[in-house]
């Protein structure tokens, strides 16, 4: 149903301006910096709805990347719609709003798009009315308590003595769960895992998933991401999770909504392809890669030799260096 709805945006909004690009540019990952003012000056006007991923392109952990936010300002000094769109489930609206001020960001709460804040706006959106068992951080606890839907499972819950003492312990499946919500959680545990496939052994429980992303990238060692928590959940529970971050359009169903925002005319920047770019491609987005986090023109180069029909959603249309390589053709 939502993948129609996405076509027909994507039929209905082309205007001859977009056209020319998708038919010079359409997953092509040419190099913007390389085009001519004329051209690029074009490309701007093209689209009048940016959204774009925040670690790797606006910041990398608590350091603004060069350039960015003047970019950003600069969008929304020029008219276009700005959205900050971010897997990131760790942190609620205010939190993510915080952090944008401190780095200069001038944005607002209602254009940041995070996957906590899109699992409660499903559950509130759908008339949800029970309690929601959350392997996740206080980001989800956050979100859902902005929209009134009662919790609980934050925080560590570690497995005392042995497998015996769980199971045959004072847990039992409470009946008023009816949802459970898996995000990233440093507490993550086999009792926790227990819990969860236990109330999603009822098919009538709702199975949310933040996002997918299998790791955060970091020198010599591999920190576990979100995915993999919630693979480990699906296979326990025997059921897949509907999953709210990118490159799933469902993050996007409460911008189309409430935003009226114009597929054809929206540009999706993002510095890792298997998410973001692949959003764009699921939403009819126009597409741009930036080389400061995840991905990079090398990776680009391997999916167009590929076969995979999944590896040709990867490639953007446009690529840059870096997102403030672009402020000096915004003047
Ligand atoms: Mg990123």
């Given at each position: 149903m939502i993948r129609l709805f996405f076509k027909n945006q994507r039929q209905n909004s082309l205007d001859p301006l977009v056209r020319t690009f998708r038919k010079m540019y359409s997953q092509t990952a040419t190099e913007l910096n390389k085009l001519s003012n004329n051209e690029i000056g074009a490309w701007l006007k093209s689209f009048d709805t940016v959204l774009t991923d925040c670690d790797?392109?606006?910041w990398i952990y608590n350091n603004a990347i060069?350039?960015?936010?003047?970019v950003i300002n600069r969008?929304?000094?020029i008219g276009k719609k700005v959205f900050f769109i971010t897997n990131?489930?760790?942190?609620?609206?205010?939190e993510f709003l915080e952090k944008c001020k401190m780095l200069n960001f001038r944005m607002v709460e209602e254009e940041i798009i995070s996957t906590a804040w899109a699992a409660a706006k499903y559950l509130q959106n759908r008339n949800f009315q029970k309690k929601v068992y959350v392997i996740g951080s206080t980001?989800?606890?956050k979100e859902l308590e902005n929209v009134g839907i009662p919790y609980e499972g934050i925080g560590p819950d570690v497995l005392t003595g042995n497998l015996q003492n769980l199971v045959h312990g004072p847990f039992t499946a409470d009946p008023e769960i009816g949802a459970v919500i898996v995000g990233f959680d440093e507490h993550f545990s086999f009792p926790k895992l227990f819990k969860a496939a236990s109330y999603l052994d009822n098919p009538d429980c709702i199975f949310i998933a933040t996002n997918t992303d299998e790791r955060f990238p970091m020198s010599g060692k591999v920190i576990p991401g979100t995915g993999s928590i919630v693979r480990s959940v699906e296979t326990a529970a025997e059921r897949k999770a509907e999953v709210m971050g990118k490159p799933n359009p469902l993050i996007c169903e409460g911008l189309f909504s409430d935003f009226q925002i114009d597929a054809g005319r929206t540009l999706?920047?993002?510095d890792r392809a298997n998410t973001d770019i692949e959003l764009?491609?699921?939403c009819g987005f126009q597409t741009l890669l930036v080389g400061t986090g995840i991905h990079g023109l090398r990776d680009v180069e391997i999916w167009k030799k590929s076969v995979d029909p999944n590896d040709k959603k990867r490639i953007p249309d446009l690529y840059l260096p870096s997102l403030g390589d672009l402020l000096k053709y915004m003047s």
């Amino acid at each position: 149903m939502i993948r129609l709805f996405f076509k027909n945006q994507r039929q209905n909004s082309l205007d001859p301006l977009v056209r020319t690009f998708r038919k010079m540019y359409s997953q092509t990952a040419t190099e913007l910096n390389k085009l001519s003012n004329n051209e690029i000056g074009a490309w701007l006007k093209s689209f009048d709805t940016v959204l774009t991923d925040c670690d790797g392109v606006l910041w990398i952990y608590n350091n603004a990347i060069d350039g960015a936010p003047d970019v950003i300002n600069r969008f929304k000094e020029i008219g276009k719609k700005v959205f900050f769109i971010t897997n990131n489930s760790t942190k609620s609206r205010p939190e993510f709003l915080e952090k944008c001020k401190m780095l200069n960001f001038r944005m607002v709460e209602e254009e940041i798009i995070s996957t906590a804040w899109a699992a409660a706006k499903y559950l509130q959106n759908r008339n949800f009315q029970k309690k929601v068992y959350v392997i996740g951080s206080t980001g989800v606890a956050k979100e859902l308590e902005n929209v009134g839907i009662p919790y609980e499972g934050i925080g560590p819950d570690v497995l005392t003595g042995n497998l015996q003492n769980l199971v045959h312990g004072p847990f039992t499946a409470d009946p008023e769960i009816g949802a459970v919500i898996v995000g990233f959680d440093e507490h993550f545990s086999f009792p926790k895992l227990f819990k969860a496939a236990s109330y999603l052994d009822n098919p009538d429980c709702i199975f949310i998933a933040t996002n997918t992303d299998e790791r955060f990238p970091m020198s010599g060692k591999v920190i576990p991401g979100t995915g993999s928590i919630v693979r480990s959940v699906e296979t326990a529970a025997e059921r897949k999770a509907e999953v709210m971050g990118k490159p799933n359009p469902l993050i996007c169903e409460g911008l189309f909504s409430d935003f009226q925002i114009d597929a054809g005319r929206t540009l999706m920047i993002g510095d890792r392809a298997n998410t973001d770019i692949e959003l764009g491609a699921n939403c009819g987005f126009q597409t741009l890669l930036v080389g400061t986090g995840i991905h990079g023109l090398r990776d680009v180069e391997i999916w167009k030799k590929s076969v995979d029909p999944n590896d040709k959603k990867r490639i953007p249309d446009l690529y840059l260096p870096s997102l403030g390589d672009l402020l000096k053709y915004m003047s």
